[in-house]
Nanobody, 116 residues
Framework: QVQLVESGGGLVQAGGSLRLSCAASGRTGSINALAWYRQAPGKQRELVAGITVGGSTNYADSVKGRFTISRDNAKNTVYLQMNSLKPEDTAVYYC??????????WGQGTQVTVSS
């Protein structure tokens, strides 16, 4: 079993920055990849960024050049550095982990609100 807990959300002005954290516990040795998703009311849920155990990363086109995903394996933690935030980035951000063969774990979500 894998458990994920997000933190770092909040309210920022457009152009500002936030750093989200996701701490993993449980069978962390079985984790294959970690990712950040986001969803706002009336909007499509989307994959924001992902990182594999080997360090490969991928980003949604809408956040490329602004967001950076990283990890600290010693702390079993993944981060999402969000710069140049826009009002359209407002959403609940969820940490997701893929482990074992094809299982998936989700965090409880953290709210990010960007004011214009």
């Amino acid at each position: 079993q894998v458990q994920l807990v997000e933190s770092g959300g909040g309210l920022v002005q457009a152009g500002g920055s936030l750093r989200l954290s996701c701490a993993a516990s449980g069978r962390t040795g079985s984790i294959n990849a970690l990712a950040w998703y986001r969803q706002a009311p009336g909007k499509q849920r989307e994959l924001v960024a992902g990182i594999t155990v080997g360090g490969s990363t991928n980003y949604a086109d809408s956040v490329k050049g602004r967001f950076t995903i990283s990890r600290d394996n010693a702390k079993n933690t993944v981060y999402l550095q969000m710069n140049s935030l826009k009002p359209e980035d407002t959403a609940v951000y969820y940490c997701a982990g893929r482990y074992s063969v094809s299982f998936q774990a989700w965090g409880q979500g953290t709210q990010v609100t960007v004011s214009s």
